[in-house]
């Protein structure tokens, strides 16, 4: 089993609509969960990261985490072609030098 | 602010040719640095990380080597490529929590 799942998609949706990104994992230790966004032959860019369970809003971004689950979710309120990206889920148990990251999940907003 | 550079952007070498990408950071001091490879379909895979000068820890055993000749310059290498080195190869840098990716090379072996 992997450590962290995440549907690589291609998730298409039409412009404001409201997105649901979500990643599952099979190690109970993770604490730190981290989206990316990545834009097309560009380096991933770092969205939001929590710690431990609960949700942390960034203007139209919301991540939430469900440790209970082992189920973690970005999502995007009104969705614009510029989020058009890949979005990759990571986490880490500590601050070490261990992430884990999703596959990615392909994102195209439609204007 | 910190910035991450790498280089080339791009990068076709034969099989059996040797390979040397750079990535320098600016705008921090003693930073942990990271190499990862990005294949089609496939998460990131973590290559090499170091956390000073000269201090290289390897995940993969591969042809691949890596260098920290510098506090900021981190080089990947290898002697001869073989085409299952294809990818997209990305520094990275992180101070704490938040680990910080460079633009990215993409190499083609052919």
């Known amino acids: 089993q992997k450590e962290v799942e995440q549907d690589p998609g291609p998730l298409s949706v039409p412009e404001g609509a409201i997105v649901s990104l979500n990643c599952t994992y099979s190690n109970s230790a993770f604490q730190y969960f981290m989206w990316y966004r990545q834009y097309s032959r560009k380096g991933p860019e770092l969205l939001m990261y929590t710690y431990s369970s609960g949700n942390k809003e960034d203007g139209r971004f919301t991540a939430q985490v469900d440790k209970s689950s082992k189920y973690i979710s970005l999502f995007i309120r009104d969705s614009q072609p510029s989020d058009s990206a890949t979005y990759l889920c990571?986490?880490?148990?500590?601050?070490?030098?261990?992430?884990?990251f999703g596959t990615g999940t392909s994102l195209t907003v439609i204007p | 602010s910190q910035t991450i550079h790498q280089w080339p952007a791009t990068l076709v070498q034969p099989v059996g040719s040797p390979l040397s990408l750079e990535c320098t950071v600016e705008?921090?001091?003693?930073?942990?640095l990271y190499w990862y490879r990005q294949a089609a379909g496939r998460g990131l895979q973590l290559l090499f990380y170091?956390?000073?000068?000269?201090?290289i820890s390897s995940e993969v055993p591969q042809n691949l080597s890596a260098s920290r000749p510098q506090d900021r310059q981190f080089i990947l290498s290898s002697k001869k490529l073989l085409l299952s080195d294809s990818g997209f190869y990305l520094c990275a840098w992180s101070v704490g929590l938040a680990r910080y990716f460079g633009p990215g090379t993409r190499l083609t072996v052919t």
């Open positions: 990571a986490m880490s148990a500590n601050t070490g030098n261990q992430f884990y």
């Open positions: 705008g921090t001091s003693n930073p942990n």
């Open positions: 170091s956390v000073g000068i000269g201090q």
